[in-house]
């Protein structure tokens, strides 16, 4: 079984991959969290992965919530993998998804990441990766994941490719703290009503269903408490009508299309 949690499609690629190569099914935590389904059947010799994009140095909060809740019949030390991928470095996520499992009596044996394109417009800096850079992104996360499959298919344990950047500590606990309390919010989302051709676009990839477009009109976001400031609405959007915090127009658009 495959947990995964995905904005714009960098880790859904990674979890689909996955799901082809150990013939496992997959389970988007985003629609379990919004049907509120926190219970699952294991199979003996199942393998346990979790998938999700780093946010702030950690799992995204919505993976944490699932996680804390998740109940998993049948479970009797079954192999437990974590699949991260990254703009740049990890910090202490891994720790914090140890920690959580841990809670609900999952042992975590394994964990991998790759760096994949940046998907975090700060309101400050252009920090989404040129064309060029993401390409080459892309081609070294497939390698490498291509590398990494046979690990998860034999159950090894241990770890791969984790950056975890020069001061985890910092990063996940004071920056990702702060992060998460200030800039995990979807009130800082606005339209350019002019600009919107009203598509609907940004409700049909908003992962959490907290977006109304209603018939033909422009994106309310619904503040239904589970965005994570993943930016696919953002970066969907085809005529760049969204901006965040109002520091973010005419910035670089991003998600995973091969
Ligand atoms: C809100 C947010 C916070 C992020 N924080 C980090 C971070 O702390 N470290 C990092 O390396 N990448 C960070 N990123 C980049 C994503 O982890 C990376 O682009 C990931 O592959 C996106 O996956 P997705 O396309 O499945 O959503 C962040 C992206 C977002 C949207
Ligand atoms: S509202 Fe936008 S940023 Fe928030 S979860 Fe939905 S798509 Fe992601
Ligand atoms: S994706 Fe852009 S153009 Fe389409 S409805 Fe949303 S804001 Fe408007």
Request: aromatic letters at 12%; a neutral charge.
């Given at each position: 079984?495959?947990?995964?949690?995905?904005?714009?499609?960098?880790?859904g690629f990674?979890a689909s991959r996955?799901a082809e190569?150990?013939?496992?099914?997959?389970?988007?935590?985003?629609?379990?969290?919004?049907?509120?389904?926190?219970?699952?059947?294991?199979?003996?010799?199942?393998?346990?992965?979790?998938?999700?994009?780093?946010?702030?140095?950690?799992?995204?909060?919505?993976?944490?919530?699932?996680?804390?809740?998740?109940?998993?019949?049948?479970?009797?030390?079954?192999?437990?993998?974590?699949?991260?991928?990254?703009?740049?470095?990890?910090?202490?996520?891994?720790?914090?998804?140890?920690?959580?499992?841990?809670?609900?009596?999952?042992?975590?044996?394994?964990?991998?990441?790759?760096?994949?394109?940046?998907?975090?417009?700060?309101?400050?800096?252009?920090?989404?990766?040129?064309?060029?850079?993401?390409?080459?992104?892309?081609?070294?996360?497939?390698?490498?994941?291509?590398?990494?499959?046979?690990?998860?298919?034999?159950?090894?344990?241990?770890?791969?490719?984790?950056?975890?950047?020069?001061?985890?500590?910092?990063?996940?606990?004071?920056?990702?703290?702060?992060?998460?309390?200030?800039?995990?919010?979807?009130?800082?989302?606005?339209?350019?009503?002019?600009?919107?051709?009203?598509?609907?676009?940004?409700?049909?990839?908003?992962?959490?269903?907290?977006?109304?477009?209603?018939?033909?009109?422009?994106?309310?976001?619904?503040?239904?408490?589970?965005?994570?400031?993943?930016?696919?609405?953002?970066?969907?959007?085809?005529?760049?009508?969204?901006?965040?915090?109002?520091?973010?127009?005419?910035?670089?658009?991003?998600?995973?299309?091969?």
């Amino acid at each position: 079984m495959i947990f995964y949690f995905t904005g714009t499609g960098n880790t859904g690629f990674v979890a689909s991959r996955l799901a082809e190569e150990t013939g496992e099914r997959l389970v988007s935590i985003a629609s379990a969290v919004v049907k509120g389904e926190y219970d699952y059947q294991l199979a003996a010799d199942e393998r346990i992965g979790f998938c999700f994009p780093i946010h702030g140095w950690r799992p995204p909060f919505i993976v944490r919530d699932f996680v804390k809740r998740l109940h998993l019949d049948g479970y009797n030390g079954q192999f437990c993998y974590a699949f991260a991928t990254c703009g740049d470095d990890v910090g202490l996520a891994f720790d914090y998804l140890r920690d959580d499992l841990q809670q609900v009596g999952v042992n975590l044996d394994s964990v991998y990441s790759v760096i994949m394109p940046e998907t975090y417009n700060f309101p400050f800096i252009d920090q989404i990766d040129t064309p060029e850079t993401a390409q080459r992104k892309i081609a070294d996360a497939r390698e490498q994941l291509a590398a990494m499959i046979p690990g998860i298919v034999n159950r090894a344990r241990g770890e791969k490719n984790i950056n975890k950047s020069r001061w985890p500590r910092t990063n996940s606990i004071m920056l990702g703290g702060f992060f998460l309390k200030h800039w995990v919010t979807d009130c800082k989302f606005t339209v350019d009503t002019g600009a919107c051709i009203r598509c609907g676009k940004c409700q049909q990839v908003c992962p959490v269903g907290n977006i109304d477009c209603g018939t033909g009109n422009p994106p309310e976001w619904q503040h239904n408490g589970l965005c994570t400031t993943c930016f696919s609405c953002y970066h969907h959007c085809p005529v760049h009508a969204i901006d965040f915090a109002g520091r973010t127009r005419g910035k670089r658009q991003y998600y995973f299309n091969q």
